[in-house]
């Protein structure tokens, strides 16, 4: 195992599209190895994309599992990940990996219904809200070359946003 | 070697001033560090890093010629600039309630006093002529913990006729 070089924006390969995952062989979950080992490298970071390392194929980690008293699937491989459903919106702040030394308020999806494959191939599906949910969101993007940057919302209106918030209905449950 | 310092601007507001302000520094070879302009009452407000090779008096001749032309009174003081050592707040407080004098120095006298160490206030008159409102939002960190902040927050809430919210601000690094 190995901890990987993170690219650091400005570096325009962050911005790129990454491509499908198409062969699940012992390449693969050695990659895989080493993006979690360079994912727990960095102080709290909950996260990591394989373009962040300059890997284009559509993988994530996500582990929001340090984080207490939140609903959670802990530590999850995150192949060719898509997004069949989304409820509600939340602002959060995020931090990134590639953008250091910076915070922003971003807007995301409350609740997510995901379909991805893991390190084998097997295709799962996850319900999963708020943290846990912004978090997949925020790897999902670095595959579309998007960064928290491409999507942030101002201080300001951070008040009005979550007053609509408070109307947002809940989910359905099934 | 090029020193910081901190421009400080404010007039009656009219549209041009931040790009001819800030052409004017650039044609004077400074260089811009965090920024922030605000409207206060339909004034123009700015506060801008500056970095300049020459001094406080020097910088004061080169800003007067477009200060003067917007009628503008503008300050400069020789700071010690620190860029990419942000401090990240962790609690987000909004207060509102009936315009009334004494609400910002109730709330921040309660806060400082509970551990607080405020890093962003901003505020807003809103509501009608014949009963404003006041909204602000302030976000810093909590030195002493959220309880004892939330606590001293409902009691004055409730002896001052306020609205008040406390949320932490759970920075999500991916």
């Known amino acids: 195992m190995?901890?990987?070089d993170i690219l650091v924006y400005p570096d325009p390969r962050l911005k790129q599209v990454s491509k499908p995952v198409e062969h699940f062989d012992d390449s693969l979950r050695s990659f895989v190895l080493d993006l979690e080992e360079t994912m727990r490298?960095?102080?709290g970071g909950v996260g990591i994309a394989a373009p962040q390392v300059g890997y284009f194929e559509r993988i994530v980690i996500v582990d929001v599992s340090?984080?207490?008293?939140?609903k959670q699937h802990g530590r999850l491989v995150l192949i060719n990940p898509e997004i069949i459903s989304q409820e509600g919106s939340a602002v959060g702040r995020e931090g990134c990996l590639s953008v250091p030394e910076y915070t922003g308020?971003?807007?995301?999806?409350?609740f997510i219904t995901l379909r991805a494959q893991d390190e084998f191939g097997k295709i799962c599906e996850f319900q999963m809200e708020r943290y846990e949910a912004r978090a997949v969101q925020h790897e999902m993007d670095h595959l579309d070359g998007l960064l928290l940057l491409d999507r942030l919302v101002s201080r300001r209106d951070l008040f009005r946003r979550q007053s609509q918030e408070a109307t947002t209905p809940k989910p359905k449950t099934s | 070697m090029k020193k910081w310092f901190m421009l400080t601007l404010v007039g009656k507001d009219r549209s041009g001033i931040v790009a001819q302000v800030t052409r004017a520094l650039y044609e004077g070879e400074c260089n811009l560090g965090e920024a922030s302009m605000v409207r206060l009452g339909g004034n123009f407000t700015v506060m801008l890093m500056v970095q300049f090779a020459g001094n406080e008096q020097a910088l004061d001749d080169l800003i007067g010629p477009v200060s003067r032309s917007f009628d503008l009174r503008h300050h400069v003081d020789a700071i010690e600039g620190e860029l990419l050592h942000h401090v990240e707040p962790d609690v987000r407080i909004t207060v509102y309630g009936a315009d009334r004098s004494g609400i910002v120095a109730e709330i921040t006298g309660t806060l400082t006093e509970k551990g607080f160490n405020i890093l962003n206030l901003e505020s807003d008159v809103g509501g009608s002529t014949e009963s404003p409102i006041y909204v602000m939002t302030i976000e810093g960190v909590a030195e002493q913990?959220?309880?004892?902040?939330?606590?001293?927050?409902?009691?004055?809430?409730?002896?001052?006729?306020?609205?008040?919210?406390?949320?932490p601000i759970d920075t999500l690094i991916g």
Request: glycine share 10%; no cysteine.
């Open chain 1, 66 to 70: 340090g984080k207490p008293k939140i």
């Open chain 2, 145 to 167: 913990g959220v309880e004892i902040l939330e606590e001293a927050l409902q009691i004055l809430a409730r002896e001052k006729g306020l609205e008040t919210q406390l949320e």
């Open chain 1, 41 to 43: 490298a960095g102080p």
């Open chain 1, 105 to 110: 308020n971003v807007t995301r999806a409350k």
């Open chain 1, 2 to 4: 190995a901890v990987l």
